[in-house]
């Protein structure tokens, strides 16, 4: 009995030895939504983070790929982070988005807190308008990070990116504005916004990566004046959202056709 305790001991210290990782990656957009204007040929850039290593000479990601509409947006690389990757990556276009893949990647590169990995510029297709996003997936088997003794660092989230290109100075007087979110308590947060005419409104809570967390409302008929809801934070399964960066996003549709989607950042403090 004492060989087995004491095998299982040295088992358990060499893994400890190796340095495991603590926690997973996760992979976010920065700004956490964006919003464009109809024929806008003005970039507006995205940075892609990489969140939650635990060892700032961690690898980066050698591949990985982006999947959005390519009818309605163009995206582009703005610039890569040169001191994760011997060389800027290499990108194919797909149908469906673009694959991203560095040709190389430092044994030694940092994965800094605060630089963007790779960052995006979007623009608008002419003509379009809408609700749209682009999404962040892992495309092959080189897409890992690892840990200075090679060992993986498994990615739990990639990052989806709401994308909202309104009509502009057409779209006539804006439905909704003066979006805020007060959150006076751990056990609840309300979203306040106000309509300029009555309209079909949906409240949804989203996190950093962009996905779904509470509907708080859907579709639901309100009057002009000054709205809100309460959010008593918790997901759509009726779980406690653990605390951190979390997005509200208000979607306002007029019985003439017309949309606006307002977004905003706010923080869960426990």
């Not at 149908?95 to 807190?113: E, F, I, L, Q």
């Not at 690892?146 to 290109?165: E, F, N, Q, R």
Request: proline share 6%.
């Amino acid at each position: 009995m004492s060989r087995r305790i004491t095998r299982a001991l040295i088992a358990l210290l060499t893994l400890a030895a190796c340095g495991l990782p603590a926690r997973a990656a996760t992979v976010v957009f920065d700004p956490p939504a964006l919003a464009l204007t109809k024929d806008d040929t003005t970039p507006k850039t995205v940075g892609v983070y990489v969140k939650g290593l635990t060892d700032g000479k961690s690898l980066a990601f050698a591949s990985f790929l982006t999947l959005w509409n390519r009818a309605a947006l163009n995206v582009g690389v703005a610039s890569w982070d040169t001191t994760a990757l011997d060389v800027p990556g290499v990108v194919t276009t797909t149908t469906t988005g673009a694959n991203y893949s560095a040709a190389r990647v430092k044994a030694t590169g940092a994965v800094k807190p605060g630089v963007a990995l790779l960052t995006l510029r979007l623009t608008p297709k002419p003509g379009k308008v809408g609700n749209f996003s682009l999404k962040f997936r892992p495309s092959a088997n080189l897409n890992v990070l690892h840990g200075p003794t090679g060992l993986a660092i498994p990615v739990s989230s990639w990052a989806t990116l709401p994308v909202t290109i309104s009509d502009g100075a057409s779209s006539g007087a804006a439905l909704a504005s003066s979006l805020a979110v007060s959150s006076p308590g751990a056990r609840a947060a309300t979203i306040m916004y106000s309509l300029t005419s009555d309209a079909a409104v949906s409240v949804e809570i989203r996190n950093v990566a962009g996905r779904l967390v509470r509907t708080v409302v859907s579709a639901h008929p309100e009057t002009a004046g000054m709205q809100s809801h309460v959010w008593p934070m918790v997901n759509d399964q009726g779980a406690v959202v653990p605390p951190g960066a979390y997005l509200a996003v208000v979607t306002v549709s007029a019985a003439d056709g017309r949309q606006q989607r307002l977004m905003q950042a706010f923080t869960v403090a426990r």
